[in-house]
């Protein structure tokens, strides 16, 4: 396998597409809904994503039946190295359906855990540099949308257009609605919206999402959980990879990679309202096929970050062979 040193340098040259990591995000707002899901598809993505590929040398599971989605603005995102760090900043809308998995081991016919990590499963933003950055060096599957989030004193809807269109009706790609989140019901009272830092949000990780039979969540994998939430430290987990030239049905790069984004600052509320999603069929963004994502729900988990965090250099956990780094 290659080191940092033998590979070669990139070429910089004509207008400013992208920018490398690592990346610090300052003056951060995410608005986080847990979304009801089909576990068994959520395993299926993660087995097709990452065991399959791999050959089981990475294998991630889903914990328990939630996607996460975020709605939120990255107020400033600021390449860390130089000559980038001095050129300013972007401002980035964007959402997100994570998927908290575990990275498990094969143990006398036992799955046993290792440590949390959350799988990035799609990703959609108007930005155009922020479309192509974090894509090609970390591997976020980023798309094509715009969301509309209402001022925190506002009971409007959560909205996200995509790019996208249904396939072998003569559709041609446009801008058409994904989903909607409208808020529901009475407004919760000043000490129900009060819950505090990350180690109460990790509270909540464990004890609404760690629902996992299937899984021995031992000793080892508290012990990294608890590690990780001490240092306020977070896996993302992502399989990069790009077309190759010759097939485009193959891969020229095929990595897994893991990002660590450690937080700061971070302050959580929950939100007013309870929220009814839906969810609309469009075959090129399939939420539903792929992550199991009920289409119409009731969402009681809602929550409103504010933070600032940086994306450390990217690891690659494992390459495909006869690919770069393989």
């Keep these: 396998m290659s080191t940092n040193n033998e590979l070669p340098e990139y070429v910089e040259y004509g207008g400013l597409a992208v920018a490398p990591g690592p990346l610090q995000c300052d003056d951060t707002t995410l608005y986080v809904f847990g979304l009801q899901a089909d576990h068994a598809k959520l395993d299926a993505l993660c087995q097709k994503v990452f065991n399959t590929p791999t050959g089981g040398a990475v294998d991630y599971r889903p914990l328990g039946d939630q996607v996460i989605v975020t709605f939120g603005v ?6 860390t190295l ?21 990275r498990v081991k094969h143990d006398d016919g036992k799955l046993v855990g290792q440590d949390f990590g959350m799988f ?9 540099i922020s479309l192509l950055s974090g894509r090609e060096d970390y591997g976020y599957p980023k798309t094509m949308g715009w969301s509309e989030m209402p001022p925190a004193d506002s009971s409007a809807s959560f909205t996200l257009d995509v790019f996208g269109m249904n396939y072998g009706s003569g559709e041609a790609p446009a801008r058409r609605r994904l989903m909607e989140l409208a808020p529901v019901g009475p407004e919760l009272s000043e000490a129900e919206l009060a ?17 996992q039979p299937q899984v021995d969540l031992g000793f080892h ?10 240092d306020h ?3 993302q987990v992502f399989l990069k990879q790009i077309r190759a030239t010759e097939d485009g049905r193959r891969a020229d790069i095929q990595q897994v990679v893991v990002a660590p984004a450690v937080t700061k600052d971070i302050k959580v509320t929950q939100m007013r309202h309870d929220y009814d999603l839906v969810l609309q069929h469009l075959d090129s963004h399939p939420l539903e096929a792929e992550l199991g994502i009920v289409p119409q729900q009731r969402v009681t988990l809602a929550l409103r970050m504010h933070f600032n965090f940086l994306i450390e250099a990217g690891q690659v956990r494992w390459s495909a062979p006869g690919t770069t780094n393989g």
Aim: aromatic share 12%.
């Design 74 to 79: 990255v107020g400033a995102i600021t390449p």
């Design 120 to 128: 990035c499963a799609a990703m959609m933003l108007d930005n155009p």
């Design 221 to 230: 994998f508290a012990y990294e959980f608890g590690k990780a939430l001490h």
């Design 233 to 235: 430290k977070v896996n």
């Design 82 to 102: 130089e000559p980038w760090h001095s050129m300013g900043s972007v401002r980035e809308p964007q959402v997100g359906f994570w998927i908290p998995v575990v």
């Design 195 to 211: 819950i505090g830092d990350i180690h109460t949000v990790g509270e909540w990780i464990k004890d609404v999402l760690f629902d």
